[in-house]
T-cell receptor
Framework: GNSVTQMEGPVTLSEEAFLTINCTYTATGYPSLFWYVQYPGEGLQLLLKATKADDKGSNKGFEATYRKETTSFHLEKGSVQVSDSAVYFCALRIGGSQGNLIFGKGTKLSVKP | ETGVTQSPTHLIKTRGQQVTLRCSSQSGHNTVSWYQQALGQGPQFIFQYYREEENGRGNFPPRFSGLQFPNYSSELNVNALELDDSALYLC??????????????FGSGTRLTVV
């Protein structure tokens, strides 16, 4: 079946540190891949996406590259800020009429000043 | 442009009761999906509505049901509530391309507690 596996958290970093959150997936067909972010008490916000192999999604300094050969979509940021503290979810969607998202369990990031 | 709004924000119900959660989709969005997010877990797909018809369903029992109205707003109904139904319920809407290009816009959720 289709599934997403994320590195377990919590991840605690100092401000300006480099961030990597690992995400691997299992999918039948050719999924689109997403990173969503959830700030405390809020819903999910789309952070970035990639719809085909070798695509790089980027937004607000975050990047992730769709690697078909390793079935991965790792999230990276060169210099984190306190305001990046949140829970990050990797997700996939198989194309077609249904198009529901399949999420990983989430990784909580805490950035200390 | 208004986003996705959900009501109520918090709700406490007793086991065995029924509950209705509501969602107003973002303007121009005709597809609505519902997700259940248990504490410390990722969201799980419940079902999706497109043009007032159910258009896909996850692994949830029939006591989870929904409606979509002509204005594309939606309701999630849960009958015979169980303690394990306690979760954050998220509504997500997408434009006519069904999220292929623009992804989904999520609401802030309804926190349901079953006691």
């Amino acid at each position: 079946g289709n599934s997403v596996t994320q590195m377990e958290g919590p991840v605690t970093l100092s401000e300006e540190a480099f961030l990597t959150i690992n995400c691997t997936y299992t999918a039948t067909g050719y999924p689109s891949l997403f990173w969503y972010v959830q700030y405390p008490g809020e819903g999910l916000q789309l952070l970035l996406k990639a719809t085909k192999a070798d695509d790089k999604g980027s937004n607000k300094g975050f990047e992730a590259t769709y690697r078909k050969e390793t079935t991965s979509f790792h999230l990276e940021k060169g210099s984190v800020q306190v305001s990046d503290s949140a829970v990050y979810f990797c997700a996939l969607r198989i194309g077609g009429s249904q198009g529901n998202l399949i999420f990983g369990k989430g990784t909580k990031l805490s950035v200390k000043p | 442009e208004t986003g996705v709004t959900q009501s109520p924000t918090h709700l406490i119900k007793t086991r065995g009761q029924q509950v209705t959660l509501r969602c107003s989709s973002q303007s121009g969005h005709n597809t609505v999906s519902w997700y259940q997010q248990a504490l410390g877990q990722g969201p799980q797909f419940i079902f999706q509505y497109y043009r007032e018809e159910e258009n896909g369903r996850g692994n949830f029992p029939p006591r989870f049901s929904g409606l979509q109205f002509p204005n594309y707003s939606s309701e999630l109904n849960v009958n015979a509530l169980e303690l394990d139904d306690s979760a954050l319920y998220l509504c997500a809407s997408s434009p006519p391309d069904r999220g292929l290009i623009y992804g989904y816009t999520f609401g802030s959720g309804t926190r349901l507690t079953v006691v």
